[in-house]
Every structure is written in structure tokens, then in C-alpha cells.
């Protein structure tokens, strides 16, 4: 077991997760990970679950050879991911505006799932969970998506929108957990906490 004074990293490079860390106190240490490429691609009929579970292990890990190699203080390091999913197809980030409007025609008017698997690592073992959540999406008109491509906000985002961002005006409803959609599911976040001894907020 971690001390509960070991320093908090996180393996990810988004604003938005050391946020959501920050909501619950912890002040998480950004570890970049150049040098540990971590291969995004689907395995064949891999299920988005298994699939978002999968890579936030694989960061953690990757996140705790980095923090070794930079001679950083031991410490728990986080892992997360995030996808979205509907008619059991993976949509993962826009490689260009033509992908991203596809993605957003598809999403149109219609539920879809988001996906987030958070894991934690202690350089011995490595523990995961995931959070999936079901948002619905008003029907979208073509200028409403060529408006929202405009903003550059689909870039860099799974499903090729943000739900904290102006995408918020196309979302009817969801169901599940905010933070997890967001890209850090709190509550199973602060459960695997719990398991390396560490509280769920400082």
C-alpha cells in the first residue's frame, strides 16, 4: 500500500482531468508521456468498455515507466480514457473536418454512449475501472454542424465534441456520470483511490 502522502500523478495531458482532480483536492503532477507511445487502435470486435479499460491501464503504466525514468518520488499515477460509441462502433477522435462531420451526422438526433476507464498504478500492481454513460443528442441541422466545426472545438475530442463545451446546446439529456463524459469518472475515481489507501479527497 501507497502512504497516503505519495504524490498523485496523473498520465494525461488534459486540462480537463486535472480539473475534475482538482474539484476533489488533489493537485495532481502532470506526467508527459514522450517516449511511451501507447497504440489507441481497437483491437477486432474489442467492446468500447474493454476497449477504454484497456488503454487507461496501458497509460497508467506507461505513466509510471516515465516517472522512473525521470527519477520522479514513487507515487500512485492515474490513467484514463475516453470514447464514444454508438450502434456498437467506436468514435474515437476526428483525424479532419470531413470524419468530424460524419461523426456528428451520425450522433445526430440520436443516444449514444460514452466510455471512460480510469486506472491507478503503484509500480507493483495496477487496478481499473469504467463509467458508461448515455447521451442524447438533439437533431442536428447541417449549418448547426458546420457552425460547430467552425468553433475548432470537435478537434482532439472522441465522438468530435465536448460536453462541457458549446456542444451542451445539442444535448437533451444524459444519463450517468457528468464527470465521466467530461473524461474522469469521479465516484470510480475516488473508489480506486480507496484501494491503494489513499482518501477520496485530501
Do not use: C
Not at 474493454?50 to 525521470?70: M, P, Q, T
Not at 450502434?87 to 451526422?105: Q, Y
Request: glycine residues 8%; proline residues 6%.
Amino acid at each position: 500500500m501507497v502512504n497516503q502522502l505519495a504524490p498523485l500523478y496523473l498520465a494525461s495531458q488534459s486540462p480537463r482531468r486535472r480539473e475534475l482532480l482538482a474539484q476533489l483536492g488533489w493537485d495532481a503532477r502532470v506526467i508527459p508521456l514522450e517516449g511511451e507511445w501507447v497504440d489507441e487502435t481497437p483491437l477486432a470486435r474489442e467492446a468500447p468498455r474493454d476497449y477504454v479499460l484497456r488503454l487507461a491501464r496501458a497509460k497508467a503504466e506507461a505513466g509510471w515507466r516515465r516517472r522512473e525514468a525521470l527519477a520522479l518520488p514513487p507515487g500512485l499515477v492515474l490513467g484514463a480514457d475516453t470514447t464514444v460509441s454508438i450502434d456498437g462502433l467506436i468514435l474515437g477522435k476526428p483525424r479532419d473536418a470531413d470524419e468530424a462531420r460524419h461523426m456528428l451526422r451520425r450522433l445526430s438526433g440520436r443516444m449514444h454512449e460514452v466510455h471512460t476507464g480510469v486506472a491507478l498504478t503503484d509500480g507493483t500492481r495496477t487496478q481499473a475501472a469504467a463509467s458508461t454513460s448515455r447521451v442524447w443528442f438533439t437533431a442536428l441541422a447541417g449549418e448547426d454542424i458546420e457552425r460547430y466545426l467552425a468553433t475548432g472545438e470537435p478537434w482532439d475530442k472522441a465522438g468530435a465534441y465536448a460536453y462541457q463545451g458549446r456542444a451542451a446546446a445539442f444535448i437533451e439529456r444524459i444519463e450517468g456520470s457528468a464527470s465521466g463524459i467530461v473524461g474522469l469518472p469521479l465516484y470510480e475515481t475516488a473508489r480506486l483511490l480507496s484501494v491503494f489507501g489513499y482518501p477520496p479527497f485530501p
